[in-house]
């Protein structure tokens, strides 16, 4: 099974800047959706941004012109660039990959944004 390793959370101040990263474990030959969820303590997890085996994105409006999602040179690798934090984009955030009908999740990486 494709495990999804993900790295880049941490402590920013508001207004800084971070990347996530989030890699499939092993080489596939299709390339598949992608994307981010959140979930901050308390709430739901919520979409944050997606992005299609074509390239399409779509993002949380909470989060647009401010966050971008991109994938890298290696199949199913993505980027979160995250610009202009804010408190309340403190949360876990999970990369996820559709595989058909199944999505596999990652296991989290925490964002911190405080003062």
């Known amino acids: 099974q494709v495990q999804l390793v993900e790295s880049g959370g941490g402590l920013v101040q508001p207004g800084g800047s971070l990347r996530l990263s989030c890699a499939a474990s092993r080489n596939m030959a299709i390339i598949y959706p992608m994307g981010w969820y959140r979930q901050a303590p308390g709430k739901q997890r919520e979409l944050v941004a997606g992005i299609t085996s074509g390239g399409r994105t779509d993002y949380a409006d909470s989060v647009k012109g401010r966050f971008t999602i991109s994938r890298g040179n290696a199949k199913n690798t993505v980027f979160l660039q995250m610009n202009s934090l804010k408190l309340e984009d403190a949360a876990v955030y999970y990369c996820?990959?559709?595989?058909?009908?199944?999505?596999?999740w990652g296991q989290g990486t925490q964002v911190t944004v405080s003062s």
């Open positions: 996820y990959i559709d595989i058909g009908s199944l999505r596999r």
